[in-house]
């Protein structure tokens, strides 16, 4: 069971002790990512979440490696949509030096415009590495298709120009205006304990400024879209998807279940069907998105060119035979003995926990047990499924997006639904 502790001006720190193991996962967590991007400085979460790395009064960059190194720990962070999250992981013994490392590096990063330069070309790599990599970019270019270019659907990374704009002052404005103090959650999980957490973060976290920011949520447009991106590519990438639940939809326990007979695992259907018993990929699978007030199911799959039509075929024949009470050659109770298995599995690794216990916290304020969780798996019926089924996946609610040779230009999605 974790615990908390709240301070005064709204910061959160969270701990939960694993004493039989001999390694602790700490992470500062903002609730704040891409969505808060500027529109015009698009990037700019995923970009100062670079910078914080740069270098401090204290360290430089190397420094910060190296004293990191020393430790035999991992130092990384990442952005995503709706947080940023800047994390460590090291042995219990070096859990002082580590967060040192941490909360210098989160709270006095200097922001040199040396270092900002440098960190451009960086970041202007990792958007053409990739635009290189074609799983990866479908996942862009299906955001902006089905979010219709809101926030939600606009990339992480930013574009070229967007990134090329970004100067210093902008840095330091968006994070006096997203890093607030109430936005704030510190997470440790390991062999440690709640009060070792919070002598090390009270210094640092408790004299920031008690202010919280107020931003309304854009309402994305969702789904009806196609998109047809040509490029010479030996596969065909696709990506179809629907809507979703939203983080803190009592449905959503439904849509993890379905994901799981549809396309979760190695049993499922697409995979068995598609991959199996056709041949038709390597690889394909479905997967939920969930945000704060909304959510995306999809199916990813890359085939050639020539199996293209057949491959959303199986794809069409899956959903059909969902809707019409086939749930395929896994019984309810092995899907779920299945989400079971990798929920328990997961809750092992420090860094899984460390993260799970802070996005309870940032999505729902409060502690989600794994047995209320396991509970509310239990309770999805098949009939829950089927309906779901039936709901989500017509030609309407549908978004599909290639990427690759352009032989969906005149698809029609419905004759597969």
């Given at each position: 069971m974790p615990e908390i502790t709240r301070l005064a001006n709204g910061v959160r720190i969270l701990s939960e002790t694993m004493p039989h193991v001999r390694s602790v996962s700490l992470g500062i967590w903002v609730k704040s990512g891409s969505r808060q991007d500027p529109s015009s400085l698009l990037g700019m979460a995923h970009f100062t979440e670079h910078m914080l790395f740069k270098g401090t009064s204290k360290r430089d960059a190397l420094q910060i490696a190296k004293d990191i190194d020393a430790l035999g720990g991992v130092l990384n962070a990442q952005t995503a949509k709706e947080y940023t999250v800047y994390y460590v992981k090291v042995l219990d013994e070096s859990l002082a030096k580590a967060a040192d490392v941490l909360f210098d590096l989160f709270l006095n990063s200097l922001f040199d415009p040396g270092e900002l330069e440098k960190e451009k070309r960086v970041v202007l790599q990792e958007i053409g590495m990739t635009e290189d990599t074609p799983?990866?970019?479908?996942?862009?270019?299906?955001?902006?298709?089905?979010?219709?270019?809101?926030?939600?659907?606009?990339?992480?990374?930013?574009?070229?120009?967007?990134?090329?704009?970004?100067?210093?002052?902008?840095?330091?404005?968006?994070?006096?205006?997203?890093?607030?103090?109430?936005?704030?959650?510190?997470?440790g999980v390991g062999n440690l304990e709640h009060q070792q957490l919070l002598d090390l973060a009270m210094p640092y976290f408790s004299t920031l400024p008690a202010n919280k920011r107020l931003s309304e949520l854009d309402k994305p447009r969702m789904g009806g879209n196609r998109a047809v991106h040509v490029k010479d590519l030996e596969q065909i990438h696709f990506t179809l998807?629907?809507?979703?639940?939203?983080?803190?939809?009592?449905?959503?326990?439904?849509?993890?279940?379905?994901?799981?007979?549809?396309?979760?695992?190695?049993?499922?259907?697409?995979?068995?069907?598609?991959?199996?018993?056709?041949?038709?990929?390597?690889?394909?699978?479905?997967?939920?998105?969930?945000?704060?007030?909304?959510?995306?199911?999809?199916?990813?799959?890359?085939?050639?060119?020539e199996n293209i039509f057949k491959t959303l075929d199986v794809v069409g024949a899956q959903f059909r035979r969902i809707k019409q009470g086939d749930l395929g050659d896994m019984s309810?109770?092995?899907?779920?003995?299945?989400?079971?298995?990798?929920?328990l599995l997961a809750r092992e690794s420090t860094e899984n926990r460390m993260s799970s216990?802070?996005?309870?916290?940032?999505?729902?304020e409060r502690d989600v047990p794994i047995d209320e969780v396991l509970r509310k798996i239990n309770a999805v019926s098949a009939e829950a499924v089927i309906e779901l089924a039936r709901t989500i996946f017509v030609n309407e609610k549908m978004t599909l997006v290639s990427l690759g040779k352009d032989h969906l230009d005149n698809f029609d999605l419905g004759?597969?639904?």
């Open positions: 799983d990866d970019y479908i996942n862009d270019l299906f955001a902006e298709a089905f979010f219709h270019k809101s926030p939600l659907g606009t990339s992480i990374l930013g574009t070229v120009a967007t990134v090329e704009a970004i100067g210093r002052d902008d840095i330091l404005r968006f994070i006096e205006q997203s890093y607030d103090a109430g936005s704030i959650v510190i997470s998807g629907t809507i979703g639940p939203a983080m803190r939809d009592e449905d959503r326990w439904t849509y993890i279940v379905l994901n799981a007979i549809l396309g979760g695992s190695m049993s499922s259907m697409l995979f068995q069907e598609a991959r199996e018993k056709l041949g038709l990929v390597y690889s394909i699978y479905s997967y939920l998105s969930a945000y704060l007030d909304c959510g995306v199911t999809a199916v990813y799959a890359a085939t050639s060119p309810l109770d092995e899907v779920k003995a299945l989400i079971r298995g990798n929920l216990i802070a996005k309870n916290e940032l999505y729902y004759a597969i639904l």
